[in-house]
């Protein structure tokens, strides 16, 4: 997910293009293959279960919120993992309890490490409180150890996830300041990400290691850092990019950096977030991020609908291989806050952007399709 205070441009709705030609995005290849991750973040959504809040399918019928979501198409969830965060979900106990939810319906699991207490994104990437003090050859062994317990004790419940994120949006690097990349130099970054790597592949080698970022905006910048990783001997295997067309700009551009990325480095790509406003209201006191939309797509059900089915159809048109919705369940749920730190106090800045309206019932026009 995407800090909002980051040092994007502050409006691009008018950089949005929607092609006119169909609901593609771009013009389609004589042979796109199809998205075989069909994803959806809903790292939230065991609180939500745990206050008991309704989900409803577009009958009004109260339903398992992942019986309604694989319903429409979805059969990859994806969960963060936490450190030791204050409010004790998103932590690897409760992530090992939820991915159990999870494989018992036959989806696949993509585990989301921060290596933070908190939110980890392109404007901060703060350490666990517990690393605190930790420098480079220390955070090397932590990332090593912590990596491999999640995923061992995963694999152990027969849960062993599909793949995983060694880090989330690290445009500039992760376990700020130790990891991150300043004066291009990615060393550090490199000793982490590779700590990740063999942590995952000894445990379960098996398992799809992706790298993430959110530059779905720029060729360049997303050159650059992969590039940077690349050169320290990185591997990985999946592609990640967060795309949000009121920070990232056009379905174009999106299409023109997925071709570039797939092309330039011989990995697939997903698209492991993005999400659109249903509304330009606000269900509580705390502000919604990307609240104005772009241009073309109303804030409106059907609006929501046709820009994920664009971005959908743009990323397979470009040859990637997945696109994740970024916490569709996580509507307005008193006590479901935005603030690990207090999660019963702090309300949601996500409310507009949910499948599901505030009442709990999924948008009707919604789709995940291959």
């Avoid at 409010?87 to 989301?112: C, E, F, M, P």
């Avoid at 910048?221 to 690349?230: E, L, P, S, T």
């Avoid at 939309?293 to 971005?311: D, I, K, M």
Wanted: aromatic fraction near 10%; charge should be neutral.
């Amino acid at each position: 997910m995407v800090v909002r205070s980051r040092r994007w441009r502050a409006t691009l709705a008018s950089a949005v293009v929607v092609v006119t030609t169909a609901v593609l995005g771009v013009a389609a290849p004589a042979s796109a293959a199809p998205l075989t991750m069909l994803g959806a973040d809903v790292s939230s959504l065991q609180r939500a279960n745990d206050l008991g809040a309704p989900y409803l399918d577009a009958s009004g019928v109260r339903r398992d919120a992942l019986d309604i979501l694989t319903g429409v198409g979805v059969n990859y969830v994806r969960l963060r993992v936490w450190h030791n965060p204050r409010s004790g979900y998103n932590n690897r106990d409760k992530v090992l309890q939820y991915a159990r939810t999870v494989k018992a319906r036959g989806l696949k699991l993509l585990i989301d490490f921060h290596y933070s207490d908190t939110w980890a994104d392109p404007g901060r990437q703060g350490k666990p409180a517990a690393w605190s003090g930790h420098g480079i050859d220390q955070l090397t062994t932590d990332v090593h150890d912590h990596t491999y317990d999640v995923c061992r004790s995963l694999k152990a419940q027969g849960t062993a996830p599909d793949s995983v994120q060694i880090g989330n949006e690290i445009n500039t690097g992760m376990l700020w300041d130790d990891g991150r990349v300043t004066n291009d130099d990615f060393r550090n970054l490199g000793r982490l990400l590779k700590a990740g790597y063999q942590a995952t592949k000894s445990c379960n080698s098996g398992t799809q290691v992706m790298i993430h970022t959110a530059y779905a905006d720029s060729m360049a910048n997303a050159r650059w850092f992969y590039d940077g990783i690349r050169a320290q001997g990185v591997q990985w295997d999946l592609t990640g990019l967060s795309y949000y067309c009121v920070w990232h700009g056009s379905l174009t551009n999106l299409y023109d950096v997925i071709v570039d990325l797939r092309t330039r480095y011989g990995r697939p790509v997903v698209v492991a977030e993005t999400a659109y406003p249903f509304t330009s209201a606000n269900a509580d006191g705390t502000g919604n991020h990307g609240a104005a939309g772009c241009s073309g797509y109303p804030l409106t059900w059907q609006g929501q609908a046709t820009n994920f089915a664009h971005v959908q159809n743009t990323a397979r048109n470009a040859g990637a291989v997945g696109v994740f919705y970024w916490e569709p369940t996580w509507y307005a749920v008193p006590g479901n806050g935005w603030d690990p730190a207090d999660i019963t106090g702090s309300g949601n800045g996500w409310d507009h952007m949910a499948v599901f309206n505030w009442s709990g019932q999924l948008n009707p026009h919604i789709r995940w399709t291959p």
